[in-house]
């Protein structure tokens, strides 16, 4: 019963990592097609992806200054902190 609990931790830990590297990776594609004046990732598919990857938005928009004036991608560090009270509380159930 251990072993099933540890693999769907480690499957959700990859997925998790996947989501934040996507987060990421848009941002900062986002950011290099602005430079270019090219076609754009929408911001609400940005949103989206920090939603599911906040450490990744987050970071990006740090590392690469991008969308960090905008007012609706504030919610970005919100996400960041939700992602951190719901892993805070698994981790100590499990432990």
Known sequence: MELVIIADMLVFIVLYLV???????AFA???????RTAWRISENTLLA???????????A??????KTHKVK???VPV???????????IVSRVM
């Open 29 to 35: 594609l986002d950011k290099g097609k602005a430079k």
């Open 49 to 59: 992806l920090a939603f599911l990857g906040p450490v990744g938005g987050f970071c």
């Open 73 to 75: 991608f504030y919610l």
């Open 79 to 89: 996400f960041l902190v939700i992602h951190l009270v719901i892993i805070v509380y």
């Open 19 to 25: 989501a934040n590297l996507l987060a990421f990776g």
């Open 61 to 66: 928009m740090r590392l690469c200054r991008h």
